[in-house]
Each structure stands twice: as C-alpha cells, then as structure tokens.
C-alpha cells in the first residue's frame, strides 16, 4: 500500500513538472519577430549621447503562403523607432509600440551608423549591449552604413519583401574582391576580447531602391573606434594579403591593351623574416589562379610566350593592389586588419607576448615593420572560343 502512494505521489510530481513546463509560452501569433535593427546618433542631451534604435517587425499577412499566395498588397515590415540615452530603455519604450510582444531571436542584421562608430568607445558599448541581452544570437550579422542607419530599414525591393533580409542577402554575397567574410556579433565580440583591430562591411544608398556594398570599415581595436574605409583596389589588396575572399575579376594592361581575370582560386602565406621588435620584417607570398575573362587586344592568349605576357600583366597588378593596400594600413591608418597579429600569436608566441601591448596601439611595432610582397600567378588555358583566322594563320 505504501509503495502504491509513493508511485502515485511521484507520478503526480512528474506531470505537475512536464505540465508547468509551458507556463510562461506565448503563442506565435502573439509575438511579434524582429528581424532587423539600425542604431543612430541622436545628438547630445546634458552631456550624454543619445541614441535612435529602429526595430524591423515582421509582418506575417505581407509575406504570404510558402506556396506563393497571399500578401494581398500589405507591407511585410513595420519599423518601430525611439530616442533616449539607453538603449534598453529604448527598447522598452519601442515594445510598447507594438501591439505584440516583441522577439529578438530571428535578427538577421544590426546596422550601425558611421557617425556614432567614429564615436570614441560608443561602438563597443553598442556592442555589448547585443552580446549581454538575452537571447540574443551570436549570429546575427554586423554592417556599418553611410548615412542613417534607420533609412536602411525602410528599403523596399522587388525580390525581398524585408528589408533586413535584403540587406543581410548582401552581406551573404561575395562575387567580388572588395567584398570580405560575413561578420557576426560573435567574431566583434572575440575581437573586443584580445582587443584586436577589425574590418565590418559598409553599405551605402546607391539608389532609391538599391544598396550598394561600399567596402570595409576599419576599426581601432583599443578604442573600438572607426578609423576609415577600405574601397575598392584597397578593399582588393586586403583581401589578397589576408589570403580570403580569393574571387572576382582583376583588371590589367597586357601592353597597352586591358585584360579582365577571373580568380579563380588563389591564398597566401605569411613569414616573419626578421624578430627585431623596432624593425619586423614580413615576407607575404600571394599565388594566384585565374583565367582570362575578357580581352580586345591582337595577342594570342594560346600561345605559350604570350601567356608568360598575361601572367606577368596579372603579377604585376596584384603586387601592386596588395603594396598599395599595405601601405595605407600600416603607414598611413597604423592598425592592423592584416591578421598579423594572429600569425605572431600562433607561430611567435615569445616574441607576441613581449609586444602586444604596443602592437598597433603605443609604441606602434606595425606600423614600424617592413612589409615584402611576393607575388606568383598562372593562367589557366583559356578553353575553347570563337575567334577570326587572321589571314596566313597556320592551321
């Protein structure tokens, strides 16, 4: 009889946990799911900054069906915006906005303006606020925009019915060279930690419709500050030292003649050729394997004596691209978003320890170091194509 109550007490405890365990749920149609957020300079107020964060909410009758029905017209996004000195007052204030309960777990992009992350410090403040708050995703994709960040949430394209979800579509898109690895709320949060420079993509309106991937803005890591942007054959020559990203075409004089590449694979490699702290010596070695995408020029590109031609044309152009990027970051910027900083602590670490805290920051050892490119290229063989016999041409 006594183990028969035990059983029944003990059974009635572990239907009593299972059935308390939804206590707390709101159901789906209860919620409302951001799925972007933009943060903008407000101006100043008694001293303190102020902030402007704008929330995207989804808007489910918008979206329609999966099998391609519904929407009937309506917008699929509703931006909720608010201004104050704390952004999670903020956010309490834009939740009383909306007429559901608001839900952080599906942001797919943070927008952060220009203006506020060339603000001393405020970036990284801004950034702890995403990795502190619960729930919130380590995934959730960073951009930095020129201009309003908010304005950035009110695009509306033919192919993405939210704007958020265009945006971070962008991010995703790498078919070019000036274009860099997506960057998350966990890689800037590993980046605050070791205090260590960093790029974030930047986005700018290039139509009313239309945003345009503007290239790389470089962070300080000590400061958590915006120092410029990498565009363009910068942006390139980047991403050809780092060894990512090795795709898109490069343009070259092949005498006097242009010629597009496509890259189509390509890496690098880094070497430490001299450990004195007051003069490092760096040795990049960059190979490159493309093929010939376009040419106008009266060169036959079959020929082996001419392909030497179009790989010199080619070595010469990323040697350049790679010696001018180099330049501007460690001279002209002192900060680095070369990763050299990780090569020391892997393969030098003695030496890394000694100087870390005067690496791109103090006493500065980047910027007083050396940097050599090597560059190695190969043409593929171009393949088949449609050409004009020129006359006395051997078969």
Known sequence: MRNRKFSVVLTSTFLLVILAG??????????AFISGVAVDLAGEQGGNTRFEMTNQLIVPAGIGTPSGGGGGGEKAFRNLSQTGESLYEINSAISKQANRKTNIEHIEI???SKDLAKEKGLFADIMDVFIRQENMRRGILMAISDGKAKDFLDLETEHAKVPAQYVSELMENRQVAETTEPIRVGDIQEDLLMNRSYIIPQIAMYADNSINYEGLAVFQGHTSQLVDTLKGDEAKGLNLIIGEN???????DVEGDQATFLIKKGGSKLKLKNKSKENLEFQV???INASIAEYFGSLDFYKKENRDKFEKALEDKVKKLAEDAS???KDDLQVDVLTFDKYLRMHHYKLWKEIEGDWDYGENYFAKSNIKINVKTTIQEPGNSIRMKKE???Q
Do not use: N
Not at 22 to 31: A, G, L, M, S
Not at 246 to 252: D, H, R
């Open 22 to 31: 939804c206590w707390d749920d709101v159901e789906v149609e209860d919620r």
């Open 110 to 112: 943070a927008i952060i």
């Open 246 to 252: 090795q795709q898109g075409s490069i343009t070259a």
């Open 285 to 287: 070695d960059i190979e």
């Open 327 to 329: 330049k501007k970051i």
């Open 392 to 394: 006395g041409e051997d």
